[in-house]
Each structure stands twice: as structure tokens, then as C-alpha cells.
């Protein structure tokens, strides 16, 4: 799939104030400074669409940006950031797990996973709480250009193989990738590109 726009909307803390349209989203999640924003800017190939740092908790708010004006990506504020003030210390903030159960239009989330590290009880505990709702996601590994390339399949298989051991019967859909490298791009479009022809065939019918 080509991009040939991407085209910043809104931001907030309120799912009832995001855009109403009724077209395909798609989500990333993840720890604070995964990656999630750099993502974004390399599929979108604009250097500075979402904004991004060094440091975690950057995002803050939901952001809706518009792709080739027929379908959202949505760059989320991480979890699992120790250092925001008590009144916000739940681990997952209400406006976040709001945003999952009202958002009808989201068709699949990404749940963003740093390939260097192993399954973290948080993320593991987020993809379980996706699953009770029945909210379809897929995992991206981040940074994988941080690894040997001999390290990279042996690291993601690893990580699955930990997740069909512990709670799921299978593991769900993987990409794995690395913004600086824009390694895993068209994989990730073509995946998007199917869900929403899947869904336009649907609304056809
Ligand atoms: P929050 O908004 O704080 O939750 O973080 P985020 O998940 O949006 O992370 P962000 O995209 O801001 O990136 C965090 C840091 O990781 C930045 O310093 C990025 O340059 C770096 N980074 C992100 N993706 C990659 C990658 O694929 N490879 C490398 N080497 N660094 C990356
Ligand atoms: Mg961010």
C-alpha cells in the first residue's frame, strides 16, 4: 500500500472525542519508549508526524492521524512508566482502556514488545486484558536493528513460544521491525491493506 497522505486530526483524553467518522483504525500500544511513535513516522515515511523521544512518556494523549484520507492510525501513551504522579499511577490509565472498549471504529491494535527483552508482566497482562475483551491485536517487535540479524528470529520465536507456554493456544500475528531502518514496513501496510479491503467488502455486502 502506498501513503500518500498522513495528516495529523486530533488529540485528547476522551474516546468521545475522537473522531467520529466510521473507517478502519488501528492502534499501537506498548510500554513507554517501545517505539510506538517512531513507528508511525516510518510507516507514514514523515519524519516527525508523531512526536517522539529519548525519553519515556512523550505521548500523552490519543492521537488520530488520517491516512490516504480512508483510515486512522492512533499513536497511545505508553504504560508502565514508574515515574507519572500517584493520582495516575494505575497501570493502565482509564482514558486508555476507554478508548479499546468504546472505540467501535478500531478493527486491530498493535501491541508494541522491544525485541531485546523478554515477555514483561505488563505486556503480558495488557494482550491477556485485549483477549478477555476480544479485541484482535497482533505484536510488533521494536528496534530489532539493536540486535545480531542471527539473534532476531531466535529472540521473536522465543518470546511466542513463551506466550503459547503460559496463557494463549496460539500466538497472534507478528511483525517484526526497526524504525531507523524502516525494516517491517510494507509487511505491517499489506496487513492493514487486507483488514481494510475485509472490512470494505463487508460494508458492500
Ligand atoms: P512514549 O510516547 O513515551 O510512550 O514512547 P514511544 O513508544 O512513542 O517511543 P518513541 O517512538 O518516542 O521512541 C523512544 C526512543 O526509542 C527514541 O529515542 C527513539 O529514537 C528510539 N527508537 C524507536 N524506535 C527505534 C528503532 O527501531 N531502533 C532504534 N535503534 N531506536 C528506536
Ligand atoms: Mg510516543
Redesign the pocket.
Given at each position: 500500500m502506498k501513503i500518500k497522505s498522513a495528516d495529523f486530526v486530533v488529540s485528547n483524553t476522551n474516546v468521545a472525542q475522537c473522531p467520529s467518522e466510521p473507517i478502519p483504525e488501528y492502534a499501537f500500544i506498548?510500554r513507554?519508549?517501545?517505539?510506538?511513535?517512531?513507528?508511525i513516522n516510518m510507516l507514514t515515511e514523515r519524519k516527525s508526524l508523531?512526536k517522539?523521544?529519548?525519553r519515556?512518556?512523550?505521548?500523552q494523549l490519543i492521537n488520530h492521524f488520517k491516512i490516504n484520507n480512508n483510515w486512522f492510525l492512533v499513536?497511545l501513551?505508553?504504560y508502565g512508566?514508574a515515574r507519572v504522579s500517584k493520582k495516575d499511577k494505575k497501570t493502565f490509565q482509564k482514558y486508555i482502556t476507554d478508548y479499546f472498549l468504546e472505540r467501535k471504529q478500531l478493527l486491530s491494535a498493535f501491541v508494541?514488545v522491544d525485541i531485546r527483552h523478554e515477555p514483561q508482566p505488563i505486556d503480558l497482562k495488557f494482550m491477556q486484558w485485549l483477549g478477555e475483551k476480544s479485541i484482535p491485536f497482533s505484536i510488533i517487535f521494536?528496534?530489532?536493528?539493536?540486535l545480531k540479524p542471527n539473534a532476531i528470529q531466535r529472540e521473536a520465536a522465543a518470546y511466542l513460544t513463551a506466550m503459547t507456554e503460559d496463557v494463549w493456544e496460539e500466538a497472534p500475528p507478528h511483525f517484526i521491525?526497526?524504525?531507523?531502518h524502516a525494516l517491517g514496513r510494507e509487511e505491517i501496510l499489506e496487513y492493514i491493506d487486507g483488514i481494510n479491503k475485509a472490512y470494505h467488502q463487508e460494508q458492500n455486502r
Open positions: 506498548g513507554s519508549n517501545v517505539g510506538k511513535s517512531s513507528l508523531a517522539t523521544s529519548g519515556p512518556g512523550k505521548t499513536d501513551p505508553g512508566y508494541l521494536t528496534k530489532a536493528d539493536k521491525t526497526s524504525s531507523t
